[in-house]
């Protein structure tokens, strides 16, 4: 008898990942129904992983930090001022608004390095840090919700929590996106 | 403010480290664009191909980790049987979240009438796919970790925060490639 069994990573592993999958779904569709403007501004392609991946993060570190605090003791699992959970929130949102700034430099240079046609600098930073701001005030909502959630219900946030943050991520940023691409007139 | 500071200090390099490896996944997916609007339903399976790709990856590093700490899995590369368990759930899980990710892609596009989407290329491109991140990504995690493991360090520490990465850049190459090959055949 091996102490790890591929039926039982497969049964164990299924619900949780066809969830995210399906949460992902959404954030195609979302994408799938801009191809037109996404295809003639190539550069808007580019911005999708680092901003989806940096939404993601957020929301890991997060509610992976809060739970780890919840076990600790060190905060409550109710909604309630707490000094740890604020420098827990404002660590974060730092990282968030210094990341998205990066994203914009990051994707503009390497872009125009590369000769994809890039949007004009100002745009591309305002873009970044509004999707940015949107994106990690959202998700470190539902980071909060989803470690005392999990705290409650004994759930390991490696295993659940995580594939979903990382998903719902997936979908504020691309909503945010391309609502914001439209709010600035860009396309 | 110390602890809000140190988050800060310590989260924002390694959150650089990874947007910068992740332009590579943004440069995948710009030259693919003639493709995203050919083949109807690819922008669809994205999302969730990538998000399936680093579930199942992250959870198979994290198990990978585990056992090499508790000494169930020798930190040599040899097929052991604990090995091919953990190999053989992470290749099922992947087959079957692919196959629901294409089917589902495809569904989806007829409910919204998006234009004339193709049941064989969109799931073969999604199995495809699928099949090829998961032979790279577990190639690449286990010699990884296991190279990471007998330097004596902690392969959740060190390769935890890379696999999601990992996995977008392994992702999208292989979609990429996915489409070169089925559209060739179709």
Same mark, same amino acid.
């Given at each position: 008898m091996t102490v790890y069994?591929?039926?039982?990573?497969?049964?164990?592993?299924m619900p949780v990942v066809t969830v995210s999958v399906v949460i992902g779904l959404v954030a195609g569709v979302v994408l799938e129904s801009w191809v037109k403007t996404l295809v003639s501004i190539p550069f808007l392609l580019m911005l999708i992983p680092p901003l989806n991946k940096m939404g993601g993060d957020f929301g890991i570190v997060i509610s992976s930090r809060l739970s780890t605090a919840l076990h600790l003791g060190t905060?409550?699992?109710?909604?309630?001022?707490?000094?740890? =959970? *604020?420098?827990?929130?404002? /660590? %974060?949102?730092?990282?968030?608004?210094?990341?998205?700034a990066y994203v914009a430099l990051a994707v503009y240079a390497s872009a125009a390095l590369a000769g994809v046609p890039t949007l004009p600098p100002h745009q591309v930073?305002?873009?970044?840090?509004?999707?940015?701001?949107?994106?990690? =005030? *959202?998700?470190?909502?539902? /980071? %909060?919700?989803?470690?005392?959630?999990?705290?409650?219900?004994?759930?390991?946030?490696?295993?659940?929590?995580?594939p979903i943050v990382t998903s719902v991520a997936d979908v504020v940023g691309v909503v945010s996106l391309m609502a914001l691409v439209r709010a600035l007139a860009i396309a | 403010?110390?602890?809000?500071?140190?988050?800060?200090?310590?989260?924002?390099?390694?959150?650089?480290?990874?947007?910068?490896l992740e332009l590579l996944a943004g440069f995948v997916l710009v030259s693919m664009a003639s493709?995203?609007?050919?083949?109807?339903?690819?922008?669809?399976?994205?999302?969730?191909?990538?998000?399936?790709?680093?579930?199942?990856?992250?959870?198979?590093?994290?198990?990978?980790?585990?056992?090499?700490?508790?000494?169930?899995?020798?930190p040599e590369l040899t097929l052991?049987?604990?090995l091919k368990q953990n190999l053989l759930g992470t290749y099922a899980l992947a087959l079957a979240e692919s196959l629901l990710i294409g089917f589902a892609a495809y569904a989806v596009c007829l409910l919204l009438g998006f234009p004339n989407p193709s049941l064989p290329t969109i799931v073969a491109i999604s199995l495809l796919a699928g099949v090829l991140s998961s032979v790279l990504m577990t190639g690449l995690v286990t010699a990884s970790a296991i190279f990471v493991y007998s330097r004596g360090l902690d392969?959740?520490?060190?390769?935890?925060?890379?696999i999601n990465t990992m996995g977008d850049v392994v992702g999208m190459l292989s979609l990429f490639l996915a489409v070169l090959v089925v559209g060739g055949w179709l």
């Open positions: 069994s591929a039926k039982k990573i497969f049964v164990e592993s905060v409550r699992p109710k909604l309630e001022p707490n000094p740890v =959970l *604020t420098q827990n929130l404002l /660590g %974060v949102l730092a990282v968030a608004l210094a990341s998205s930073l305002i873009l970044c840090m509004l999707v940015g701001g949107v994106l990690s =005030l *959202t998700i470190v909502a539902t /980071g %909060v919700v989803c470690a005392i959630a999990s705290y409650a219900y004994g759930w390991d946030p490696d295993n659940t929590v995580i | 403010m110390g602890e809000a500071r140190r988050i800060f200090a310590q989260g924002f390099p390694a959150e650089a480290i990874a947007i910068t493709s995203l609007e050919k083949i109807t339903g690819l922008l669809i399976l994205i999302p969730a191909f990538l998000e399936m790709r680093g579930d199942i990856s992250g959870s198979y590093a994290s198990r990978l980790g585990t056992a090499l700490h508790q000494g169930i899995i020798a052991s049987d604990e392969p959740d520490t060190v390769l935890g925060p890379y």
